[in-house]
């Protein structure tokens, strides 16, 4: 008994501490199937600190755009637990809103329109990730291969890798992948970004609904030669 409590605990706190794999906290939720629901949760760094963008548009079974929707996106992070998307011009169906950090938790969703509505879908955090190799202002040489690698606080669904002189590749989110020599030229001024991703779709909306949350990290300076 002492030994399950024990493990119970322990769950608890890697849960707490992040870790594990988002899509494992993922839901799909519920509603009324009358909406086409496609959010976008990204974020990335801005002079040293996260910027996180809430994009939700809206469109009805007959593809018209649905306005004065109220929509919600909630995380234990935010500033009192959540934050209201406003419409971006009357009528437009598109939802946006923006917070300056990157709250570390699951994020929810939930939109209402008269009768209609989405609710209970939630897409598992990531965290923010952080890049170690190559450095900021380091040198590697060209036409070699060329090591990448990064955190992952909670493994997201998928990473997508690209720089000024590839255009990018997606793979699993292990934290490390090798770019090819042939993709690794000369460049003195040279640019990396690794951006992870996790996406639940709406069980409560029409086909095609979607929730995602991603966040980019990059490394603005490194010299290949």
């Not at 988002?22 to 939720?29: D, E, F, V």
């Not at 959010?39 to 801005?46: K, L, Q, R, T």
């Not at 079974?61 to 004065?68: E, F, I, K, S, T």
């Amino acid at each position: 008994m002492k030994h399950t409590k024990l493990l119970a605990v322990l769950a608890a706190t890697a849960l707490a501490c992040g870790g594990g794999t988002a899509t494992s906290h993922n839901n799909a939720g519920t509603g009324t199937s009358t909406l086409l629901v496609t959010g976008a949760i990204e974020a990335s760094m801005n002079n040293g600190a996260p910027v996180t963008n809430f994009t939700v548009t809206l469109r009805d079974g007959l593809g018209n755009r649905v306005p004065a929707a109220t929509v919600t996106i909630s995380n234990s992070g935010l500033p009192n637990g959540s934050v209201s998307l406003v419409e971006a011009q009357a009528g437009s169906g598109r939802y946006l809103n923006s917070i300056a950090q990157f709250p570390g938790g699951d994020f929810g969703l939930s939109v209402t329109r008269n009768t209609d509505n989405v609710q209970g879908v939630v897409v598992g955090g990531i965290g923010m990730h952080t890049i170690n190799t190559p450095a900021q202002n380091a040198v590697v040489p060209a036409n070699q291969p060329l090591a990448v690698s990064w955190t992952t606080p909670s493994t997201a669904k998928q990473a997508t890798i690209s720089t000024n002189d590839f255009n990018g590749i997606s793979t699993a989110d292990t934290g490390s992948y090798t770019i090819a020599a042939t993709n690794n030229p000369v460049n003195a001024n040279q640019q990396l970004f690794v951006s992870r991703f996790n996406e639940v779709d709406i069980a409560g909306g029409l086909a095609g609904s979607r929730l995602r949350v991603t966040f980019t990290a990059s490394v603005n300076h490194y010299v290949v030669q």
